[in-house]
């Protein structure tokens, strides 16, 4: 991809990334500088160590196994790239437990040493963003016990969901500026008789996934040169504390978060650009809540819809629970009304998995999503109703009692 254009403010025409028939300029309207005179003074993970050295809490560190990225505005993050800790979300679970399911898989074959806790609590954001009824200290409480119940496996924390990934950095800002709530809060740990314990660096999944994308490419099978995608990047990943999200100068001159985007390259597919890339996918937290059918048209209307007539892609890639969900299940309704819909959307973690050969049903679970993704797995030599007939073998096994739970071998079963 060429470098930014000075008199546009953003790239030049990148040279796989394309913008369909849409003029460029307003692709990039809403392009920003990674200026480094325009970062935050402050670094938060510096004070995040000051207050360790003052004894006020315990820093995990990043493991030693890790990789360094550059940051919005040039600064230096640690990745891990193994011995993980998994904060799973509710919402990938609930909707769409493929999403899990693929970057267990993923860690599984790539041979990375990762932690499925069983004391997790859900980061309660949903209170926090959707409904304003909890409070402070009850929400850092959640937040530091999920992170005390990391630090004593030994595992570093890894965040699958962006709404716990904006919020608990949200989280990190009030306890570094506010001693009154880390008294609060180590009070209410202590009865729990855990530490208070501050991650070095906040890691969402798709940091690792992004640091991974070569040994990913290494062992993928199919050949997704003819695949167009496009992208949406969640806002509570890249626009929620946007000091923290992953840059490259090779993707967009970075002007743009480079998750999904490079992975998506790595793995030999196209990626194509359309212009409301900025907007929210419709979820927007309350309003999915109050406002449903605002949802819903925002998604299909202003995203699907632009995406469709601009690009024309074989598939949306995410790399959020509500993301995934509203862009995907919300398109049913659109399509009841003739509107010109109809892309298969999924997680970036379930497409690089099929890339390497992962079972479309068994492992990825796509039959929980509602926009028709068949004719994408044909187009990626995915025989899927081969597939969906060894899963409903699978579904009889179960239902005749032979087995209680389908195991990983079962799901790499050829």
Same mark, same amino acid.
């Given at each position: 991809?060429?470098?930014?254009?000075?008199?546009?403010?953003?790239?030049?025409?990148?040279?796989?990334?394309? %913008?369909?028939?849409?003029?460029?300029?307003?692709?990039?309207?809403?392009?920003?500088?990674?200026?480094?005179?325009?970062?935050?003074?402050?670094?938060?993970?510096?004070?995040?160590? #000051?207050?360790?050295?003052?004894? =006020?809490? !315990?820093?995990?560190?990043?493991?030693?196994?890790?990789?360094?990225?550059?940051?919005?505005?040039?600064?230096? /993050?640690?990745?891990?790239?193994?011995?993980?800790?998994?904060?799973?979300?509710?919402?990938?679970?609930?909707?769409?437990?493929?999403?899990?399911?693929?970057? +267990?898989?993923?860690?599984?074959?790539?041979?990375?040493?990762?932690?499925?806790?069983?004391?997790?609590?859900?980061?309660?954001?949903?209170?926090?963003?959707?409904?304003?009824?909890?409070?402070?200290?009850?929400?850092? %409480?959640?937040?530091?016990?999920?992170?005390?119940?990391?630090?004593?496996?030994?595992?570093?924390?890894?965040?699958?969901?962006?709404?716990?990934?904006?919020?608990? /950095?949200?989280? @990190?800002?009030? $306890?570094?500026?506010?001693?009154? $709530?880390?008294?609060?809060?180590?009070?209410?740990?202590?009865?729990?008789?855990?530490?208070?314990?501050?991650? =070095?660096?906040?890691?969402?999944?798709? =940091?690792?996934?992004?640091?991974?994308?070569?040994?990913?490419?290494?062992?993928?099978?199919?050949?997704?040169?003819?695949?167009?995608?496009?992208?949406?990047?969640?806002?509570?990943?890249?626009?929620?504390?946007?000091?923290?999200?992953?840059?490259?100068?090779?993707?967009?001159?970075?002007?743009?978060?480079? !998750?999904?985007?490079?992975?998506?390259?790595?793995?030999?597919?196209?990626?194509?650009?359309?212009?409301?890339?900025?907007?929210?996918?419709?979820?927007?937290?309350?309003?999915?809540?109050?406002?449903?059918? +605002?949802? @819903?048209?925002?998604?299909?209307?202003? /995203? !699907?819809?632009?995406?469709?007539?601009?690009?024309?892609?074989?598939?949306?890639?995410?790399?959020?629970?509500?993301?995934?969900?509203?862009?995907?299940?919300?398109?049913?309704?659109? #399509?009841?009304?003739?509107?010109?819909?109809?892309?298969?959307?999924?997680?970036?973690?379930?497409?690089?998995?099929?890339?390497?050969?992962?079972?479309?049903?068994?492992?990825?679970?796509?039959?929980?999503?509602?926009?028709?993704?068949?004719?994408? $797995?044909?187009?990626?030599? !995915?025989?899927?109703? /081969?597939?969906?007939? =060894? +899963?409903?073998?699978?579904?009889?096994?179960?239902?005749?009692?032979?087995?209680? +739970? $389908?195991?990983?071998?079962?799901?790499?079963?050829?």
């Amino acid at each position: 991809m060429s470098s930014p254009d000075p008199n546009r403010g953003g790239p030049s025409a990148p040279s796989t990334l394309t %913008a369909g028939t849409i003029p460029l300029e307003v692709v990039h309207a809403r392009s920003f500088t990674r200026n480094p005179d325009l970062a935050p003074i402050e670094d938060i993970r510096e004070e995040v160590l #000051k207050l360790e050295a003052e004894g =006020e809490w !315990i820093v995990q560190r990043v493991p030693d196994d890790h990789t360094e990225v550059t940051t919005k505005y040039g600064r230096t /993050k640690k990745i891990p790239n193994r011995h993980t800790w998994h904060h799973k979300s509710c919402g990938q679970c609930g909707h769409i437990p493929g999403y899990s399911t693929a970057i +267990f898989w993923l860690n599984r074959e790539l041979g990375t040493e990762y932690n499925d806790p069983r004391d997790q609590t859900s980061c309660t954001a949903w209170n926090y963003y959707a409904s304003a009824t909890s409070n402070a200290p009850a929400q850092a %409480a959640v937040a530091m016990r999920n992170f005390a119940a990391a630090y004593e496996t030994g595992f570093y924390p890894v965040i699958h969901c962006g709404t716990s990934y904006g919020h608990y /950095k949200e989280v @990190r800002e009030e $306890l570094v500026r506010h001693p009154d $709530l880390r008294a609060q809060v180590r009070d209410i740990l202590a009865r729990m008789n855990k530490p208070l314990v501050m991650p =070095e660096e906040m890691i969402h999944y798709s =940091e690792w996934i992004h640091v991974m994308r070569h040994e990913i490419r290494k062992r993928t099978v199919l050949d997704l040169s003819n695949i167009t995608c496009v992208v949406h990047p969640a806002c509570h990943y890249y626009k929620l504390v946007a000091e923290d999200a992953i840059y490259d100068q090779e993707i967009y001159g970075g002007q743009r978060t480079a !998750i999904m985007s490079q992975l998506l390259e790595t793995l030999g597919a196209k990626v194509a650009d359309y212009s409301t890339w900025f907007d929210c996918c419709g979820f927007g937290f309350r309003h999915v809540l109050v406002q449903r059918d +605002f949802t @819903r048209s925002f998604a299909t209307l202003r /995203k !699907i819809e632009r995406m469709k007539e601009e690009a024309n892609p074989d598939v949306t890639i995410t790399h959020d629970t509500g993301c995934v969900t509203t862009l995907d299940k919300s398109q049913f309704a659109a #399509k009841a009304h003739g509107r010109n819909v109809g892309i298969p959307v999924m997680s970036e973690a379930q497409f690089a998995a099929l890339a390497m050969g992962a079972h479309p049903y068994r492992v990825c679970q796509l039959h929980w999503h509602s926009t028709d993704y068949r004719p994408l $797995l044909e187009k990626m030599g !995915i025989d899927w109703e /081969k597939a969906w007939a =060894e +899963f409903e073998s699978d579904l009889d096994r179960l239902r005749s009692g032979k087995t209680e +739970f $389908l195991t990983w071998d079962d799901a790499n079963a050829k």
